[in-house]
Nanobody
Framework: QVQLVESGGGLVQAGGSLRLSCAAS????????MGWFRQAPGKEREFVAG????????AYADSVKGRFTISRDNAKNTVYLQMNSLNPEDTAVYCC?????????????WGQGTQVTVSS
């Protein structure tokens, strides 16, 4: 079994920055791709950013391109999301998710989420 634990959320003013972390544990942790998702009140969950675990290739939602950066530390089994130039529309619960090498992009492991609140 794989466990994902997010941290780093909080309250920040518009224009500020936050860095989220997602630490993975479990003997079977071996993803192809890891993603960050967010869900705002009354809205559906949306993809924010993702990274290929082996190569470091990345993908971003248009709404965060140029402001957010995803990275990973393979040795620590941790994925990061650096969020700059935050605005109130970024307010949401942010979760990380992991697939498996046998089923790329089928997210089977999810963290509990961390709240990000951006004040205007």
């Amino acid at each position: 079994q794989v466990q994902l634990v997010e941290s780093g959320g909080g309250l920040v003013q518009a224009g500020g920055s936050l860095r989220l972390s997602c630490a993975a544990s479990g003997r079977t942790f071996s993803p192809y791709f890891m993603g960050w998702f967010r869900q705002a009140p009354g809205k559906e969950r949306e993809f924010v950013a993702g990274i290929v675990w082996s190569s470091g290739g990345t993908a971003y939602a248009d709404s965060v391109k140029g402001r957010f950066t995803i990275s990973r530390d393979n040795a620590k089994n941790t994925v990061y999301l650096q969020m700059n130039s935050l605005n109130p529309e970024d307010t949401a619960v942010y979760c990380c998710a992991s697939d498996t090498r046998g089923a790329p992009y089928e997210y089977v492991y999810w963290g509990q989420g961390t709240q990000v609140t951006v004040s205007s």
